[in-house]
């Protein structure tokens, strides 16, 4: 089993006492807690985080419309809260697990922020440094990796302190390590146990546990916005976790994966570009400020970073 290392310092964000009125900009942690379903007072235990994880996939979409709909995503802190949790809005990774970091410390847990890099299902390459943002939140010297902005990932915080397999509901995980490298990948599920064929693992993304600030990944923000080798530059998406499957929007159509008894149901609808405003607010309670440009365009071939 890989063997843990030294603990690494918090994410540094401004703390805000509980007991008063909360000024402008900063957070309402109430508010932000009845945004994913949550009420409080919530300790900082690992019970604690693993419901407020899933909870918050449960409720903010993630979502890259700020960039079809003619915005500019922000990073700045006050402006997620007001985006996410006032607008009742989703976001890519750098905003959801950028607020979310942001609520996990006002809780009162030991958080570090994390870059990753993802791999490209196209190319079998990674993308380049602070790629993706991930979060490590350490409780009584075991450390968790929580990512509520990936799309289709890992509903409970996955333990760093294994390599065993850890399932859930919605597939097995796992944790590698390679030098100084962690590797998140996930057990192709028609195989492995199911089966008498060896096990399968595909990676998902890789990191380090360098501590990061938010503002490193400002460069990167912006690359996924105006890039033609960025996802979220060439498709307009939006997608939910469900009790039990996902609904996801893209282009012009609608996704919904049913998870049912062991085996998967998948309905795919084809939507017209007058349909979308009123089918993005019924289904995912999001009401942009302006018109929406629906995009499902061919996304160029970065360069290879390995």
Request: aromatic letters at 10%.
């Amino acid at each position: 089993m890989w063997q843990p290392g030294s603990l690494t310092k918090p994410f540094n964000v401004p703390n805000v006492s509980r007991n008063k009125k909360l000024p402008v900009g900063r957070m309402d942690v109430e508010k932000y807690l009845k945004r994913i379903g949550c009420t409080g007072p919530l300790m900082p235990t690992l019970e604690s985080l693993r419901h407020i994880h899933r909870r918050h996939l449960l409720s903010v979409p993630f979502e890259n419309l700020t960039v079809h709909s003619g915005g500019q995503v922000r990073l700045e802190l006050p402006h997620l809260y007001e985006k996410i949790v006032l607008q009742h809005r989703g976001g890519f990774c750098f905003e959801n697990n950028g607020i979310f970091s942001w609520l996990l410390d006002q809780l009162g847990f030991r958080v570090t922020l994390l870059s990753a890099q993802v791999k490209n299902t196209f190319t079998q390459l990674y993308g380049p440094p602070f790629d993706h943002l991930v979060i490590m939140v350490t409780l009584g010297g075991e450390r968790w990796l929580c990512d509520v902005g990936f799309g289709s990932g890992f509903e409970l915080p996955i333990s760093l302190e294994t390599e065993e397999p850890q399932t859930e509901e919605n597939g097995t995980f796992r944790i590698r390590c390679e030098g100084g490298t962690m590797f998140l990948e996930t057990r192709d599920e028609d195989q492995g146990e199911r089966t008498s064929t060896p096990e399968h693992w595909t990676q998902k993304y890789k990191f380090t546990l360098q501590p990061r600030q938010l503002e490193d990944f400002m460069a990167m923000c912006t690359y996924h916005q105006t890039s033609p080798s960025s996802i979220f530059y060439c498709k307009s998406l939006c997608s939910l976790l469900l009790p039990h499957g996902r609904v996801t929007y893209l282009g012009h159509k609608l996704t919904t994966t049913s998870l049912a008894g062991g085996s998967t149901t998948k309905t795919v609808r084809e939507l017209s570009d007058e349909e979308i405003p009123d089918l993005l607010k019924e289904i995912f309670g999001i009401e942009l400020p302006g018109p929406i440009h629906p995009k499902d365009e061919n996304i160029m071939l970065p360069p290879p970073i390995y």
